[in-house]
């Protein structure tokens, strides 16, 4: 009977004092990053006394829903929560779509292709700023319009490099030209070779556009007027900015009102903060989740030309 020998590398005191070290600052890097988060999930559900007392460390205290119960005790906030995710569904789905068509576009040989592209990361460097873009905008009839938080920003110049490299390092020439050959046009064959081969990619750009689309507070503050198209960013902030100001306009007149009231607006506009942060990151946090398998993996194919 024949024995067999395991042969390996015994590692030195060096290296695992090494590993020991590299283990000890990752993981020192980690709570550094995830306490701030940690705190304000523990500070959402505690109780109000407790968080403006500082005694929230790191479990909760006297565990309370009054700051979220207070976000959605707004009429708004259901049909802003609404209004937020058909803006970042479609607007994802369009950011996406016309990012992989410019993209494709650009991967392309074309007369004036390096004009274009110097236009193109022109406007990464400059723009025209607010007010010109708030005229354009204007003039084009997007004011006061739900299409502006889709049209708006439809497209990202570090987006569209990304998904051109990635078109031109995984989609080989050779499979146009057999296109071409079997009778394929421009369109057929991206749609039919170019998008089925480019899923990692698409999906990172789904985490990018998304994510962005989610958060985006800004446009609707500049161009929305009428209340019921206005995203759950925005509500948000005009809770907390209305539970604040109320706080503040309370204690300078404290000497007039009632105590107890004065510390209870307080005291929920303190918990509420930690609330809105909550609510509004948590479909980002899962969109994150859901894609980490693509993420890493199209953005570095997507960002190195091979």
């Known amino acids: 009977m024949g024995t067999s020998v395991k042969i390996g590398r015994r590692m030195s005191t ?8 590299n283990v000890i600052f990752w993981v020192i890097i980690l709570l550094l990053v995830m306490y701030p988060l940690w705190l304000v999930i523990i500070a959402s559900v505690s109780d109000p006394d407790a968080v403006l007392a500082g005694k929230v460390t790191f479990w909760p205290v006297g565990f309370s829903l009054s700051g979220y119960v207070g976000i959605f005790q707004s009429d708004q906030l259901l049909r802003s929560y609404f ?12 950011s996406v779509f016309v990012t992989m068509m410019g993209a494709y576009a650009l991967s392309r040989n074309f007369a004036g292709k390096g004009a274009v592209n110097f236009f193109i990361i022109f406007t990464m460097f400059f723009n025209g700023g607010l007010i010109p873009s708030y005229l354009i905008n204007k003039s084009l009839g997007l004011n006061n319009n739900p299409l502006v938080m889709i049209v708006l920003g439809v497209v990202s110049v570090w987006n569209l490099m990304i998904a051109r490299t990635y078109i031109n390092t995984n989609v080989p020439g050779e499979l146009y030209d057999a296109a071409v050959t079997d009778g394929a046009n421009h369109f057929v064959f991206f749609f ?38 206005l995203p759950l960013q925005t509500i948000l902030r005009e809770i907390v900015a209305s539970l604040n100001s109320t706080a503040a306009s309370m204690i300078e007149d404290a000497d007039k009102m009632d105590t107890i009231n004065v510390a209870a607006i307080k005291r929920q506009a303190e918990v509420a903060k930690y609330c809105s942060i909550v609510v509004s990151t948590a479909p980002a946090v899962m969109l994150y989740m859901f894609m980490q398998k693509y993420f890493v993996k199209g953005v570095l194919i997507g960002s190195l030309k091979g």
Do not use: E, H, Q
């Open 14 to 21: 060096g290296d695992v004092l090494f590993d020991m070290c």
């Open 83 to 94: 209004n937020s995710i058909v803006y970042t569904v479609t607007g994802t789905f369009v």
């Open 192 to 229: 039919k070779v170019v998008l089925p081969l480019s899923g990692t990619i698409m999906a990172v750009l789904c985490v990018y556009c998304g994510v962005a689309r989610w958060n985006d507070y800004f446009t609707a503050l500049v161009y929305i007027r009428d209340r019921k198209l």
